[in-house]
């Protein structure tokens, strides 16, 4: 193995990039948060506070599932990601950090009262309301705050031990009674994090920071919605990062073989999502319960028309028709190509769910969505490089480097 | 029914299947098959076959179940026998899509089970040429295609100085047949 290039140095241009896109975002941010954010206008601070909302839940569950992608993997012992686990690893970095943005954000909107995002904080309101009362064991600010401080701290640090665990796989060459230890508890780990991957990005997690904006509404597929929704794009961007690394001239054990699966993954995870999109539209279209189909009201018939075909087209047509081919899915532009429109296509989706709920009347996608999006994609890439510059790209003494690097689809 | 004459060569090891593959093919032989015990992986790959078009199959049948089901039920619903089911629209596409969903899945599903039997040539009562039994043990059996030129005891020494273990020289119908195993003339080994 002496020819692999085990070390990532950072080019200057992924430097300039990302410090472009932070300065960028970074000026959108405070112009935004000057002008709308702090202003006395009820309906501008809207339009910031939940514009940054749907931005950093959505790049704090794509970068948590890069790190629930490697704990399943890890669970099923499976050996063909090995060979870039380094990536999802790199990526998995960003959670403390983006989950941290996440919790300032979320803590600034329930600590500070404003009950025009979460209609739940109004105490008045849910006084004299029969449903809101009912759910206020659940949707309450203390109960909210301990829950989500929890969460986020409890996904960064399981995430931390699943890489400290992948350190020791640098040292040295293990023999069989080493290495079958090592699995055992490598598979310790990823359960610790799968348990409470389940507990909150598989149900509460998505009712409490996103669902409970339409306070009166509910769904039981909203969860596994909002979980196919990151997950699927959390994949395009292990993706993206591989393609990017092979380009460089990195990654050379990661072969077309290895993209093959990743895109199977990107595929299947598509349709699984336009599964779940369907199963609670049609439940509720179905039903035609006014209670229920007054989520869908506006975002059907109203100004988030276009905004929701649009996503139904990106996220699920193009990536079945485009990716079902197998030369498709072992074909690396292409597949950079779709990666980057799954990931847009699963912001949209983001947006609609929070924008399409709070500003009923318009669709504000506009300077401050893009401003903010370049600001979270900067950071992304900035520490992600920084994260792959900092250890070996492969974790050359793992046991199962070599079925990975035998990987045959 | 047509006889052709096969030269076949059993190996008992992967390892030693692999460069024998290589090296019949380099020789310029054609390899009929490989009889194997287990799927094997990359021998396709080295047997230089084609990718299957079964997924192109697949994929036609696929859309023929999805238009089948959205110009039946269309018809059914708008044309045939409107029915006011909920006080919904005539055209009712949500509910239809699982159904869409399924006839889709039905017709690639049995379309291409059907196409697979096909192209395998198996079908109940057909029958093949067993070149040798112990390719559902534990025998790697490679069957080579001869012409009138073939010079069958070389390619025995070939297959032998590549590590089989066992060679012999086989008539044997190339297809299918109907029928029973009494007309095939089953070669003289263990």
């Given at each position: 193995?002496?020819?692999?290039?085990?070390?990532?140095?950072?080019?200057?241009?992924?430097?300039?990039?990302?410090?472009?896109?932070?300065?960028?975002?970074?000026?959108?941010?405070?112009?935004?948060?000057?002008?709308?954010?702090?202003?006395?206008?009820?309906?501008?601070?809207?339009?910031?506070?939940?514009?940054?909302m749907y931005n950093t839940i959505f790049w704090t569950l794509v970068t948590n599932a890069a790190m629930f992608f490697l704990c399943f993997s890890t669970m099923a012992m499976a050996a063909w990601m090995q060979s870039f686990r380094r990536i999802a690893e790199a990526i998995s970095t960003?959670?403390?950090?983006?989950?941290?943005?996440?919790?300032?954000?979320?803590?600034?909107?329930?600590?500070?009262?404003?009950?025009?995002?979460?209609?739940?904080?109004?105490?008045?309101?849910?006084?004299?309301?029969?449903?809101?009362?009912?759910?206020?064991?659940?949707?309450?600010?203390?109960?909210?705050?301990?829950?989500?401080?929890?969460?986020?701290?409890?996904?960064?640090?399981?995430?931390?031990?699943?890489?400290?665990?992948?350190?020791?796989?640098?040292?040295?060459?293990?023999?069989?009674?080493?290495?079958?230890?090592?699995?055992?508890?490598?598979?310790?780990?990823?359960?610790?994090?799968?348990?409470?991957?389940?507990?909150?990005?598989?149900?509460?997690?998505?009712w409490l920071w996103l669902m409970s904006i339409d306070a009166h509404w509910y769904s039981t597929m909203y969860s596994w919605y909002t979980f196919a929704s990151s997950f699927v794009a959390g994949m395009a961007l292990i993706a993206l990062w591989l393609i990017y690394l092979k380009n460089?001239?990195?990654?050379?054990?990661?072969?077309?073989?290895?993209?093959?699966?990743?895109?199977?993954?990107?595929?299947?995870?598509?349709?699984?999502?336009?599964?779940?999109?369907?199963?609670?539209?049609?439940?509720?279209?179905?039903?035609?319960?006014?209670?229920?189909?007054?989520?869908?009201?506006?975002?059907?018939?109203?100004?988030?028309?276009?905004?929701?075909?649009?996503?139904?087209?990106?996220?699920?047509?193009?990536?079945?028709?485009?990716?079902?081919?197998?030369?498709?899915?072992?074909?690396?532009?292409?597949?950079?190509?779709?990666?980057?429109?799954?990931?847009?296509?699963?912001?949209?989706?983001?947006?609609?769910?929070?924008?399409?709920?709070?500003?009923?009347?318009?669709?504000?996608?506009?300077?401050?969505?893009?401003?903010?999006?370049?600001?979270?994609?900067?950071?992304?890439?900035?520490?992600?490089?920084?994260?792959?510059?900092?250890?070996?790209?492969?974790?050359?003494?793992?046991?199962?480097?070599?079925?990975?690097?035998?990987?045959?689809? | 029914?047509?006889?052709?004459?096969?030269?076949?060569?059993?190996?008992?090891?992967?390892?030693?299947?692999?460069?024998?593959?290589?090296?019949?093919?380099?020789?310029?032989?054609?390899?009929?098959?490989?009889?194997?015990?287990?799927?094997?992986?990359?021998?396709?790959?080295?047997?230089?076959?084609?990718?299957?078009?079964?997924?192109?199959?697949?994929?036609?049948?696929?859309?023929?179940?999805?238009?089948?089901?959205?110009?039946?039920?269309?018809?059914?619903?708008?044309?045939?026998?409107?029915?006011?089911?909920?006080?919904?629209?005539?055209?009712?596409?949500?509910?239809?899509?699982?159904?869409?969903?399924?006839?889709?899945?039905?017709?690639?599903?049995?379309?291409?089970?059907?196409?697979?039997?096909?192209?395998?040539?198996l079908a109940p009562g057909v029958k093949k040429h067993h070149f040798h039994k112990r390719a559902t043990d534990d025998l790697f059996v490679m069957v080579i295609e001869c012409s009138d030129k073939t010079n069958t005891s070389d390619l025995q020494a070939l297959l032998k100085s590549n590590?089989?273990?066992?060679?012999?020289?086989?008539?044997?119908?190339?297809?299918?047949?109907?029928?029973?195993?009494?007309?095939?003339?089953?070669?003289?080994?263990?």
């Open positions: 193995m002496a020819s692999i290039k085990e070390q990532f140095e950072i080019p200057g241009t992924l430097k300039t990039w990302s410090y472009a896109l932070i300065g960028i975002g970074a000026v959108a941010l405070l112009y935004g948060m000057v002008t709308k954010g702090f202003s006395t206008d009820e309906h501008e601070q809207v339009h910031f506070w939940g514009t940054l960003l959670v403390p950090i983006f989950g941290g943005i996440t919790l300032l954000v979320l803590l600034y909107v329930v600590i500070g009262e404003k009950h025009h995002i979460y209609h739940w904080l109004d105490k008045e309101a849910v006084a004299a309301d029969p449903i809101l009362k009912g759910k206020a064991g659940f949707l309450n600010p203390t109960f909210f705050i301990i829950w989500t401080t929890l969460t986020i701290t409890l996904w960064s640090y399981f995430g931390y031990r699943m890489r400290q665990i992948s350190l020791e796989a640098d040292v040295a060459p293990m023999d069989a009674a080493a290495a079958h230890k090592y699995n055992v508890r490598s598979m310790v780990r990823s359960g610790f994090f799968l348990v409470w991957f389940g507990l909150t990005v598989a149900s509460t997690i998505p460089k001239g990195y990654m050379e054990l990661s072969t077309s073989d290895h993209l093959h699966d990743v895109g199977k993954f990107m595929f299947a995870f598509s349709i699984f999502w336009t599964y779940l999109w369907f199963s609670q539209y049609m439940l509720i279209w179905y039903a035609n319960i006014p209670e229920e189909t007054v989520y869908f009201k506006h975002r059907v018939q109203g100004a988030y028309k276009p905004i929701f075909f649009l996503n139904l087209f990106i996220n699920f047509l193009c990536p079945l028709l485009i990716l079902m081919k197998r030369s498709a899915k072992r074909n690396f532009t292409l597949v950079a190509f779709m990666a980057v429109l799954i990931i847009f296509g699963h912001w949209i989706d983001f947006y609609q769910m929070v924008m399409g709920s709070l500003m009923k009347e318009h669709v504000s996608l506009g300077w401050l969505d893009f401003g903010i999006l370049a600001f979270f994609v900067g950071v992304m890439i900035l520490m992600v490089a920084r994260s792959l510059a900092s250890k070996p790209l492969i974790a050359k003494y793992h046991p199962f480097l070599k079925e990975s690097i035998l990987h045959q689809v | 029914m047509a006889q052709k004459k096969f030269v076949v060569g059993c190996f008992d090891d992967e390892n030693v299947l692999f460069p024998a593959v290589k090296q019949v093919r380099s020789a310029g032989y054609k390899i009929k098959d490989v009889y194997t015990p287990f799927p094997v992986h990359g021998l396709d790959h080295a047997l230089g076959m084609r990718e299957t078009s079964l997924h192109t199959a697949g994929f036609i049948y696929g859309i023929t179940g999805t238009t089948t089901a959205v110009s039946a039920i269309s018809w059914i619903f708008t044309k045939d026998w409107p029915l006011n089911i909920g006080g919904k629209p005539h055209f009712a596409l949500p509910a239809w899509v699982p159904i869409i969903f399924e006839l889709t899945v039905l017709f690639a599903a049995v379309g291409m089970v059907l196409t697979f039997c096909y192209l395998c040539q590590g089989a273990i066992e060679t012999n020289v086989q008539e044997a119908e190339e297809g299918w047949w109907f029928g029973t195993y009494d007309n095939d003339e089953l070669p003289a080994t263990a």
